[in-house]
T-cell receptor, first 112, second 115 residues
Framework: DQQVKQNSPSLSVQEGRISILNCDYT??????FLWYKKYPAEGPTFLIS?????DKNEDGRFTVFLNKSAKHLSLHIVPSQPGDSAVYFC???????????FGKGTKLSVKP | GAVVSQHPSWVICKSGTSVKIECRSL??????MFWYRQFPKQSLMLMAT?????????EQGVEKDKFLINHASLTLSTLTVTSAHPEDSSFYIC???????????FGPGTRLTVT
C-alpha cells in the first residue's frame, strides 16, 4: 500500500502562473516532508521541506503547505518558469535518519 | 554545499561480470547513505541503507549477495552489482545524509546497461 501518493502524474501550466503540486500520505508517524525536483537521467535535487510542527514553509518562489488533519501537503511554485519543467517527487520520513518514502512523482510542464 | 557525486555516470558491461559504483559526499560527512534504483517512468525504489562502519540494511526483495554495499568511510559508499544480468540494467542513484538530518542529498545517478 502506498504511504505517499501523488495522484496527478502530470500537470501543465502556463509560464507566469502558479503551479500547485499535491501529495497525500497515510502514515501519521511521518514528521518531516520534502519535495525533490528531478530531470531525466539525473539524481533528484532537494527543493524544500517542512516539519510536521509547521503548516507552511516558504523559500523564494517555492512554498510548501502542510495540512496534518487531512494528511495532505502541496507545493506551490509562483511564478512558474519553463525551467521548472521536471518531475517533482514528494517524500516523507518518520524520524531523522529514517528512510524517505517517495511518491511516484508529478511531471510538471511549464509552457512559454 | 551538500554535494554528492557518483562514478561512473554510465557503464556498459557484459552479462556475468561485476560492476562497482562509487558514491561520495564531497563537502559533508555522510553518516548514512542510501542506494536507490529507478525504473523508467517509476518512482525511486530504495534498495538499501548503510551507516558508516556497519553492514547495510537491505529492503525486502533486494538480494544482498548480488548488490554488495560497503560504507567504509564518512564520505564514500560503494555498490557492487555482482554477476550482472540484463535485468539489472537500470538507473542507480545514491543519496547521503548527515547525522540527525532528515534531508537526503542525491548523487547524479549511474546508468547501468548489461548486455
Amino acid at each position: 500500500d502506498q504511504q505517499v501518493k501523488q495522484n496527478s502524474p502530470s500537470l501543465s501550466v502556463q509560464e507566469g502562473r502558479i503551479s500547485i503540486l499535491n501529495c497525500d500520505y497515510t502514515n501519521s508517524m511521518f514528521d518531516y516532508f520534502l519535495w525533490y525536483k528531478k530531470y531525466p537521467a539525473e539524481g533528484p535535487t532537494f527543493l524544500i521541506s517542512i516539519s510536521s510542527i509547521k503548516d507552511k514553509n516558504e523559500d523564494g518562489r517555492f512554498t510548501v503547505f502542510l495540512n496534518k488533519s487531512a494528511k495532505h501537503l502541496s507545493l506551490h511554485i509562483v511564478p512558474s518558469q519553463p525551467g521548472d519543467s521536471a518531475v517533482y517527487f514528494c517524500a516523507a520520513s518518520a524520524g531523522s535518519q529514517g528512510n524517505l518514502i517517495f511518491g511516484k512523482g508529478t511531471k510538471l510542464s511549464v509552457k512559454p | 554545499g551538500a554535494v554528492v557525486s557518483q562514478h561512473p555516470s554510465w557503464v556498459i558491461c557484459k552479462s556475468g561480470t561485476s560492476v562497482k559504483i562509487e558514491c561520495r559526499s564531497l563537502d559533508f560527512q555522510a553518516t548514512t547513505m542510501f542506494w536507490y534504483r529507478q525504473f523508467p517512468k517509476q518512482s525511486l525504489m530504495l534498495m538499501a541503507t548503510s551507516n558508516e562502519g556497519s553492514k547495510a540494511t537491505y529492503e525486502q526483495g533486494v538480494e544482498k549477495d548480488k548488490f554488495l554495499i560497503n560504507h567504509a568511510s564518512l564520505t564514500l559508499s560503494t555498490l557492487t552489482v555482482t554477476s550482472a544480468h540484463p535485468e539489472d540494467s537500470s538507473f542507480y542513484i545514491c543519496s547521503a545524509s548527515e547525522q540527525g538530518q532528515y534531508e537526503q542529498y542525491f548523487g547524479p545517478g549511474t546508468r547501468l546497461t548489461v548486455t
